[in-house]
C-alpha cells in the first residue's frame, strides 16, 4: 500500500469527517463537489470537525490545523484526482447519480487511481462497468462520526483485483480505523444490513401513526440500554440520506417505503429540517430531548 493522495469526491456530512480524518493521520486530501457553495458547506464542517476532534480525542489544536491544511477543496473533477491514488466516493446515494459520477470520473482520473464507493445500500458491481476499470474498484464504507465509531468494511465485487483489496484494507488501517473485510456482495455490508432495518421499522411505526419518534426512542433506549434510539440515530446519518433510501424503495414499488419519503420530505425536508447538521431534525440541537436527564422517566 502506497497511497499518500486521496480524494474524497462528495463533502456531506460523512464526505466531510472521512476527508478530515484521512487529513488527520497525515495524508494530502483533495475535497471534491460540485459547485462553490457546496465546498463552502464543507470548509465550515471541517471547521466543527476540528472543535469535535479537540472535544472527543483531545486533540491539540495544532494537530487539527495541521489536518486541514493538509487538504484541498476543488469543484473541478479532474484538478481534484490529478494525483491521486485513491479516490473515495461519498456522493447521494441514489444510483443515476453515482453512475454518471463514475463515467466522468473514468475520463479524468490516472490509470494508477484506485475507486472506493462509501454506497450504504449499493453494490459495488452495479457500477463497476461505469467506472473502466473494475478491477480497481471496490467499497470502503464507514459508520457515522468514524473517529470514535471507528469502523471500516472494505467489501470486494467479484472483478475486484485481490491486492487492491489487500491495499485498501491496509490504508483503513492507517486511517485508524477498524478494517472489516467483506469476502462476498451484501447490500448494506454488515452495519447496514443490521442498521437499516431497525431505522425503517422505527420510521415505519411514526408513518402509522403509532407512536412519536420521543416515545419509540425511549422504549429502545430503556429496554436495550442503548445511548440513542433510532430518531436521534438518523438526526446524526441525516434524514436526507434516509429520505433517498425510502425514495429508492418507493420507485422500486415498495408501498410503506414510499409514505415514508413522502413523510420525511414534507415534514422534515421541506422544513430545512436535515438532522443534526442543520441543529433541527426530530429533535433540536445542541441540547437535544433525548440527552435530557428526565427523558427516560
Known amino acids: 500500500m502506497n497511497f499518500q493522495n486521496v480524494t474524497v469526491a462528495g463533502s456531506g456530512v460523512l464526505g466531510s469527517q472521512i476527508a ?3 487529513a488527520y493521520k497525515g495524508f494530502k486530501v483533495s475535497v471534491y463537489d460540485i459547485n462553490e ?3 463552502e458547506q464543507a470548509k465550515s464542517r471541517m471547521m466543527s470537525l476540528k472543535e469535535r476532534y479537540k472535544e472527543d480525542l483531545r486533540a491539540s489544536a495544532d494537530a487539527v490545523d495541521s489536518a486541514y491544511n493538509r487538504m484541498s477543496f476543488y469543484s473541478d473533477l479532474k484538478e481534484a484526482v490529478q494525483d491521486a491514488d485513491l479516490v473515495i466516493e461519498a456522493v447521494p446515494e441514489l444510483a443515476e447519480i453515482k453512475m454518471k459520477f463514475y463515467k466522468q470520473l473514468s475520463e479524468v482520473a490516472p490509470e494508477k487511481t484506485i475507486f ?6 449499493m453494490l459495488p458491481s452495479q457500477f463497476a462497468d461505469s467506472t473502466g476499470r473494475s478491477e480497481k474498484f471496490l467499497a470502503l464504507h ?4 468514524i473517529w470514535l465509531n471507528n469502523t471500516a468494511e472494505i467489501m470486494m465485487h467479484p472483478n475486484t483485483d485481490s491486492k487492491v483489496f489487500e491495499d485498501v484494507i491496509e490504508f483503513a488501517k492507517a486511517i485508524g480505523m477498524v478494517a472489516l473485510p467483506l469476502q462476498k456482495e451484501q447490500p448494506g455490508y454488515i452495519l447496514n444490513s443490521l442498521l437499516v432495518p431497525f431505522l425503517e421499522a422505527a420510521q415505519g411505526l411514526l408513518v402509522k401513526g403509532i407512536a412519536d419518534p420521543e416515545t419509540i426512542d425511549k422504549t429502545w433506549i430503556i429496554a436495550t ?3 440513542k434510539g433510532p430518531f436521534a440515530i438518523l438526526d446524526v446519518v441525516g434524514i436526507n440520506t434516509a429520505y433517498n433510501i425510502a425514495y429508492a424503495k418507493g420507485q422500486a414499488g415498495n408501498e410503506g417505503s ?3 419519503a413522502e413523510y420525511l420530505k414534507r415534514e422534515y425536508i421541506d422544513q430545512g429540517k436535515l438532522g443534526t447538521g442543520t441543529k433541527e431534525g426530530f429533535y433540536t440541537y445542541p441540547n437535544p430531548k433525548y440527552l435530557d436527564p428526565d427523558f427516560l422517566r
Open 116 to 121: 472506493a464507493t462509501n454506497s450504504s445500500t
Open 20 to 22: 478530515f480524518q484521512t
Open 37 to 39: 457553495e457546496a465546498i
Open 225 to 227: 440500554g442503548s445511548p
Open 142 to 145: 464507514f459508520a457515522n462520526e
Open 258 to 260: 414510499k409514505k415514508v
